[in-house]
């Protein structure tokens, strides 16, 4: 990764190599080696491809930064991104943009990024840690041990309104369109960017083009595209 210093760009050295075992899970990571370049000066520079889509090392982590402040800053309620209070969403924006050298795209989509992450992490509670207690109050009474950072009014009143009428019923609209989408895609979260960077690299003299990344994106390990759930049904 390349580094932006306060005096000048820089090639990372033994004292700022990242290590990936600083993290203890993804409800409890603090990033601590972020928060030890906040204190060296030292901000990544988040690179971009042809397309203008992060990839690399440095993305990566702000990526996971991003989310860890979504979860953590941003309260757990059931509203939309747009009624999230302005200086919170300002405070996410402050802390990565200390952290990394956002570049292209800057506030606008990190903001964007967190706005979709805060929403998974919702949705994740929802699946994991809710729906499947609805008969076990106990279970429900705590937020879960992974993420103890939830304050308990707010896991209280989220679950409530997980668990009313109005909930049950879109969920399960949006049940049956997530069943019917057509080749999900098999990307971890380096996403298509990555993807495009990963052929160009094996590839090279090829243009890389949007069927060629749809179609490497939803083949398995042996190289075929899996039939989906709703076409065996039909079958």
Do not use: C
Request: proline share 4%; glycine share 6%; net charge positive.
């Amino acid at each position: 990764m390349k580094f932006a210093s306060s005096s000048a760009e820089t090639e990372p050295t033994s004292q700022t190599t990242i290590s990936d075992d600083s993290k203890t899970g993804r409800g409890m990571s603090t990033m601590p080696r972020v928060v030890k370049r906040k204190l060296q000066k030292l901000r990544p520079i988040v690179e971009y491809n042809k397309r203008g889509k992060g990839i690399g090392q440095a993305h990566s982590e702000m990526q996971s930064y991003i989310g860890v402040l979504a979860r953590s800053r941003v309260p757990l309620v059931d509203k939309k991104w747009s009624q999230i209070p302005k200086d919170i969403k300002e405070q996410i924006w402050e802390a990565v943009d200390m952290a990394f050298v956002v570049g292209q795209g800057g506030k606008n989509s990190v903001l964007s990024s967190a706005a979709k992450k805060w929403k998974d992490f919702k949705s994740t509670l929802t699946r994991h840690y809710i729906l499947p207690y609805t008969n076990d109050k106990e279970k429900l009474s705590q937020p879960p041990e992974t993420y103890k950072f939830i304050e308990k009014a707010q896991w209280d009143a989220f679950v409530a309104s997980r668990l009313s009428k109005d909930f049950e019923s879109v969920h399960s609209q949006h049940a049956q369109i997530r069943e019917k989408l057509e080749y999900n895609h098999r990307l971890s979260r380096k996403g298509y960017a990555g993807l495009e960077d990963q052929l160009e690299e094996t590839m090279p003299g090829v243009e890389i083009d949007r069927s060629t990344l749809w179609k490497r994106a939803r083949q398995d390990k042996h190289g075929n595209i899996p039939i989906q759930r709703w076409q065996r049904k039909q079958n």
